[in-house]
C-alpha cells in the first residue's frame, strides 16, 4: 500500500485553465504538505495543514489553493494557470507538525503548454 | 537567498568506493538536518537524520557528519552499491518548529560499476 499517493502523476493543461491534484496519505499524520520543484531542483514548500487546519502558507499566488477535507487528504487546486506554474508538485505528510522527517508522494509533473 | 547549499550537482564513485556528499548551510537557527534520496519519477525518501546535540550518525552504510562551527554536514556511503546511483537532497530545520524542510539543490550521485 502505497503510504502518500497523489494523482494524477502528470498533467498538461492550457494556460488559463483551472486543475486540481489530489493527495491522500494512510500513514495516520496529523500534517500534510504541498511542495513545489522547479526547474532550478530546488524543493520548496507552499502550505502545511495541521488536523485541517492552515499551518504554514508561504508567499505562493492567490490562484493556489489548498484544501484538506479531513486529515488524511490534501488537495491543490491551482486557478488560471500560467507557464511558470510548470512544475512538480509533491504532497508529504508528517507524524506532526513538529519539523521532523517527511513521507513523500511520487510527485506529479505539472506542464503548462 | 540559498541557506542550504550542495555545491556538487553531480558526483561519480566506483562501485565499492566512498561516496561523500556535502551540505553547507547558512542559517545558525538550524538545528536539525536530514539526507533525503531521490529515484527519477519518484518522490523523495527520507535516509537519515542528525541532530545538532550530535556530530555523528550512522545507520549501516550511511552515516552523517555535522560541523556546526563550518556550517557544514556530509553524508558517507561506505561501500557504494549501483542501488545508490540517485540524486540526495540535504534538508535543515529548527527542530520542534512548524515551519517545514529548506532543501538543498541535490547532488546527482552515480555509482560506476
New interface residues.
Given amino acids: 500500500d502505497t503510504a502518500?499517493s497523489q494523482t494524477p502523476?502528470y498533467l498538461v493543461t492550457q494556460m488559463g485553465n483551472d486543475k486540481s491534484i489530489k493527495c491522500e496519505q494512510n500513514l495516520g499524520h496529523d500534517t500534510m504538505?504541498w511542495y513545489k520543484q522547479d526547474s532550478?531542483?530546488?524543493?520548496?514548500?507552499m502550505f502545511?495543514y495541521?488536523n485541517k487546519e492552515l499551518?504554514?502558507n508561504e508567499t505562493v499566488p492567490n490562484r493556489f489553493s489548498p484544501k484538506s477535507p479531513d486529515k488524511a487528504h490534501l488537495n491543490l487546486h491551482i486557478n488560471s494557470l500560467e507557464l511558470g506554474d510548470s512544475a512538480v508538485y509533491?504532497c508529504?505528510s508528517s507524524r506532526r507538525?513538529?519539523?521532523?522527517?517527511?513521507?513523500?508522494?511520487?510527485?506529479t509533473q505539472l506542464s503548462v503548454l | 537567498d540559498q541557506q542550504v547549499k550542495q555545491n556538487s550537482p553531480s558526483l561519480s564513485v566506483q562501485e565499492g568506493r566512498i561516496s561523500i556528499l556535502n551540505c553547507d548551510y547558512t542559517n545558525s537557527m538550524f538545528d536539525y538536518f536530514l539526507w533525503y534520496k531521490k529515484y527519477p519519477a519518484e518522490g523523495p525518501t527520507f535516509l537519515i537524520s542528525i541532530s545538532s546535540i550530535k556530530d555523528k550518525n550512522e545507520d549501516g552504510r550511511f552515516t552523517v557528519f555535522l560541523n556546526k562551527s563550518a556550517k557544514h554536514l556530509s553524508l558517507h556511503i561506505v561501500p557504494s552499491q549501483p542501488g545508490d546511483s540517485a540524486v540526495y537532497f540535504c534538508a535543515a530545520t529548527r527542530e520542534g518548529g512548524a515551519d517545514g524542510l529548506t532543501f538543498g539543490k541535490g547532488t546527482h550521485l552515480i555509482i560506476q560499476p
Fill in positions: 502518500v502523476k504538505y532550478k531542483k530546488f524543493l520548496k514548500i502545511s495541521n499551518i504554514i509533491f508529504a507538525a513538529a519539523n521532523e522527517k517527511l513521507f513523500f508522494g511520487s510527485g
